[in-house]
């Protein structure tokens, strides 16, 4: 970026924050850093160990870096031999109208289709016979509407993943056609996934994204209600989900019941005893890991090292916090070089990162009510919530009010945002 005018190299800067989560290879080669290799670790022998049909929840805070992760731990199990389809559920279903029944749908959706691009060698009359169970519904009259509209040289797959996202009206065929006929749905995974390793020789693996990213209404009725039709598919799956949903003692010892939970932690800054101290120790291996991110992202000559490493500590150790946060500081810069194109000495400064804060700290505040305020207090000052399964607390772990952290022992601690909102509010004190 170095030699472009200012505006343009805050533009790169910021488009290169843009770039989050790592999927393509030249991001992955130009950005990536070594980050959560002991969970995806974990996540590679919990596969390579569990039976053919393993199920493994996958879950973090969102924006942590799940799926930069996902797709890093896609990339190997490819590499060890497995036939691996990772989707995300947002590019396959509306996420208002995700169950169990289009996800199910969507798997055996993205396995034929994956198989077909890869030119597998699946006998056309299995492959037949499965593309016309994919247009069958409970209808008749929208079976043949269906089959209609593919008759003029569509790409079938591509237009039932189409349908699949945009209309309601499919969605709710699918629905109403196999919600008391999930057993089919399953058969059908795994005859696509048994005519794939036949003609490969390879394990299926599936991995499925952004299910934490749906309303905790939602995922709660798929994981509590259906869990059973979910993982009746004799395959490999990886799911993820919010890391509010499995505080729900219920829940988590069904899940605990029938597979493995592996969380990929907040990175944190300090330990406990250290975390509300003015002048607290900070666990420098995990700051530089973050500020690894940065460095890759913005030149070092356009943000101040102290401001660099603030942003690191302002994001609570949750990495779309710092992209967030970053990208924010960006625009800034942005907004003073087009008030004041002469200034070429703008940077990230203490000055522009205040700005940055003042516009993040109000997006947190404007969804708080007093309730809430009171709870993050007392979760500020005891490191736990009084109740771990209340409803307010799983929305503020859900939203990022709070974040969760590992000792020996889980505890909790308020993002440094609304820490900040509240002390400006006189609801905490001044740090020791």
């Given at each position: 970026?170095?030699?472009?005018?200012?505006?343009?190299?805050?533009?790169?800067?910021?488009?290169?924050?843009?770039?989050?989560?790592?999927?393509?290879?030249?991001?992955?080669?130009?950005?990536?850093?070594?980050?959560g290799q002991r969970t995806l670790a974990r996540l590679k022998q919990e596969i390579l160990a569990s039976q053919a049909n393993g199920k493994v929840i996958f879950t973090g805070h969102r924006g942590c870096g799940k799926s930069t992760l996902l797709n890093e731990f896609a990339g190997q199990?490819?590499?060890?031999?497995?036939?691996?389809?990772?989707?995300?559920?947002?590019?396959?279903?509306?996420?208002?109208?995700?169950?169990?029944?289009?996800?199910?749908?969507?798997?055996?959706?993205?396995?034929?289709?994956?198989?077909?691009?890869?030119?597998?060698?699946?006998?056309?009359?299995?492959?037949?016979?499965?593309?016309?169970?994919?247009?069958?519904?409970?209808?008749?009259?929208?079976?043949?509407?269906?089959?209609?509209?593919?008759?003029?040289?569509?790409?079938?797959?591509?237009?039932?993943?189409?349908?699949?996202?945009?209309?309601?009206?499919?969605?709710?065929?699918?629905?109403?056609?196999?919600?008391?006929?999930?057993?089919?749905?399953?058969?059908?995974?795994?005859?696509?996934?048994?005519?794939?390793?036949?003609?490969?020789?390879?394990?299926?693996?599936?991995?499925?994204?952004?299910?934490?990213?749906?309303?905790?209404?939602?995922?709660?009725?798929?994981?509590?209600?259906?869990?059973?039709?979910?993982?009746?598919?004799?395959?490999?799956?990886?799911?993820?989900?919010?890391?509010?949903?499995?505080?729900?003692?219920?829940?988590?010892?069904?899940?605990?019941?029938?597979?493995?939970?592996?969380?990929?932690?907040?990175?944190?800054?300090?330990?406990?005893?250290?975390?509300?101290?003015?002048?607290?120790?900070a666990l420098e291996e995990n700051v530089d890991i973050l500020l690894g991110v940065l460095k890759k992202r913005i030149d070092p000559d356009l943000v101040e090292p102290d401001v660099l490493r603030q942003l690191v500590l302002l994001s609570g150790g949750v990495l779309r916090e710092l992209?967030?946060?970053?990208?924010?500081?960006?625009?800034?810069?942005?907004?003073?070089?087009?008030?004041?194109?002469?200034?070429?000495?703008?940077?990230?400064?203490?000055?522009?990162?205040?700005?940055?804060?003042?516009?993040?700290?109000?997006?947190?505040?404007?969804?708080?009510?007093?309730?809430?305020?009171?709870?993050?207090?007392?979760?500020?000052?005891?490191?736990?919530?009084?109740?771990?399964?209340?409803?307010?607390?799983?929305?503020?772990?859900?939203?990022?009010?709070?974040?969760?952290?590992?000792?020996?022992?889980?505890?909790?601690?308020?993002?440094?945002?609304?820490?900040?909102?509240?002390?400006?509010?006189?609801?905490?004190?001044?740090?020791?």
């Open positions: 970026m170095t030699g472009s005018n200012p505006s343009d190299r805050f533009m790169q800067a910021y488009r290169n924050l843009a770039l989050f989560p790592l999927l393509e290879a030249q991001e992955i080669e130009n950005f990536r850093v070594k980050y199990m490819r590499q060890r031999q497995h036939f691996v389809v990772f989707f995300s559920i947002a590019d396959m279903v509306e996420m208002s109208d995700v169950n169990h029944v289009n996800i199910l749908y969507s798997v055996a959706l993205m396995l034929l289709s994956k198989a077909t691009k890869l030119q597998v060698p699946i006998p056309e009359t299995t492959k037949n016979n499965l593309l016309n169970w994919f247009t069958e519904t409970k209808s008749k009259t929208y079976t043949d509407q269906l089959k209609q509209e593919m008759s003029v040289g569509v790409n079938v797959l591509e237009f039932l993943q189409g349908k699949l996202q945009k209309e309601d009206t499919f969605r709710e065929e699918i629905k109403v056609t196999y919600e008391r006929r999930v057993s089919e749905l399953s058969n059908t995974i795994d005859r696509i996934a048994a005519a794939i390793q036949a003609a490969t020789q390879k394990e299926v693996l599936v991995i499925i994204d952004d299910l934490d990213k749906l309303d905790l209404s939602v995922v709660e009725a798929i994981y509590r209600d259906n869990i059973n039709a979910l993982f009746s598919p004799n395959i490999r799956i990886v799911f993820t989900i919010p890391i509010s949903v499995v505080r729900e003692p219920r829940l988590l010892a069904t899940l605990q019941s029938c597979c493995q939970i592996i969380l990929l932690s907040v990175t944190k800054f300090f330990p406990q005893d250290q975390a509300h101290r003015l002048a607290g120790e992209i967030r946060l970053a990208q924010e500081c960006c625009r800034e810069c942005m907004l003073e070089l087009d008030l004041n194109p002469e200034n070429a000495d703008v940077v990230i400064n203490a000055e522009v990162l205040a700005a940055a804060v003042k516009t993040l700290r109000n997006q947190f505040a404007r969804s708080l009510g007093s309730q809430l305020y009171e709870l993050l207090g007392q979760i500020y000052a005891q490191f736990t919530p009084p109740d771990a399964r209340s409803p307010q607390f799983l929305e503020l772990l859900h939203g990022l009010y709070v974040l969760e952290y590992e000792n020996d022992d889980l505890w909790y601690d308020l993002h440094p945002l609304v820490t900040d909102l509240l002390r400006r509010k006189q609801l905490i004190g001044a740090p020791e």
